[in-house]
Every structure is written in C-alpha cells, then in structure tokens.
C-alpha cells in the first residue's frame, strides 16, 4: 500500500515555461497533485526541451551533462521527450497543446481552468493579459481557482516590465554573492 501525497487531489493548469514556472509546478506534481501542463506548439522551450529539436549525434557526443546529455548519449528517435531538462521539469506532469490564440484552443483552456485548483504562470506580465487570461477570466470560469503569478521580477516595482532570465536575476539579486565561498571571488561561476 502506498502512501497518499500531500497534494493527492488537487489539479493544476501549469502555463509556465523555463526555469522557475516548470521547477515549481514540477515539485507540485512530485507532492502528488495532478500538473496539467500547456505546451506552445509556436514557441520551443530551450530550457526545457534542449537546445534544439533533432540534436546531431556528434553533439550528443560532445559531452555528457546538463545540456547534452541523453541516456546512452543516444538521442533516441524522440530526443526532445527524454533530454534531461526535460525530464526535470515535466516529470509527473500531463501535457497538452492548444492554441490559446483561437477561440477553439482558449475554449479549452476554460473547460481546463473549470476543474482546475491551480493555474499556475511566469510570463513578463501583460502576456497572460494579452491572451484573455486573467485572475477575473479565471475567476468567472472557477471562482475557487488560486492564480499564482511568478513574473521574474514581479508583478509591482520599476522592474515588473522587465524580461528576465536566470543571468539577469543573479545580478540584480546577488546570487553570486550568496553562493559563493568565503575564500572565492563571487564575482566567478566557478565559485557558485
């Protein structure tokens, strides 16, 4: 008999992409909740499903880490499902496409947000606004549904425009800084 997970029951609509978004939807589905997740079928995640689509043997070859490597270093005939990005962030996870643009595809989305508990984005806020989807849409269409808004630099603040990634943060966080070690420079990657 296995035991129940803390977050057994509950669903969330994840529209998130890179980092930040697919890690933590990504340890709510390892918590036991059903992740729904929303695939672009217009725009490729290099974050999550590798560099690019069909790696080159040779590439695979090259090394075998974070970014290159596949089981075997062999890419198999569907490399982008098992790269190792991939496997970290959508692990547990159910996807789907539809093109949220269409009526048809945003309809989808609103019968998804229907059953959902949670939905779930990190995008430069206005892109979420842009596409119809807003805590009021949400609401109408689940009105106990929990939006969670993880915008690089939040939602407030003379930086809420900003688009950001992992290297514009450290900076302006002080992720170095943080990381480093008391007898390294923090101003080094080898020191993080």
């Known amino acids: 008999m296995s035991a129940k997970l ?13 980092w930040a978004g ?26 999550t499903r590798a560099g690019i689509a069909r790696p080159p043997k040779e590439m695979t070859q090259a090394g075998n880490g974070w970014m290159t490597g596949y089981p075997n ?5 569907r490399p982008w499902n098992y790269h190792p990005m991939f496997v970290s962030f959508f692990r547990n996870k159910r996807a789907f496409t539809a ?14 947000a ?13 892109t979420m606004e842009k596409l119809g ?3 009021e ?4 269409k689940n009105p106990k549904i929990i939006f969670l808004r993880a915008s690089g630099y939040g939602l407030t603040g003379k930086y809420r425009n900003a688009r950001t990634f992992g290297a514009h943060l450290e900076g302006t966080m002080g992720h170095s800084l943080l990381r480093s070690y008391p007898d390294q420079s923090p101003d080094t990657n080898s020191s993080i």
């Open 99 to 112: 093109d949220i643009r269409r009526p048809e595809g945003f309809e989808i989305l609103g019968k998804l």
């Open 22 to 47: 697919s890690f933590s939807t990504a340890i709510l589905a390892d918590l036991g909740a059903e992740v729904l997740k929303h695939e672009n079928r217009y725009i490729w995640q290099p974050a």
């Open 6 to 18: 803390p977050l057994s029951g509950i669903r969330v609509l994840d529209l998130t992409g890179v």
């Open 133 to 135: 989807i807003t805590w």
């Open 73 to 77: 270093n062999e890419p198999g005939p």
């Open 114 to 126: 229907e059953i959902c508990d949670v939905a779930v984005e990190n995008s430069v806020p206005g």
């Open 137 to 140: 849409w949400l609401k109408e």
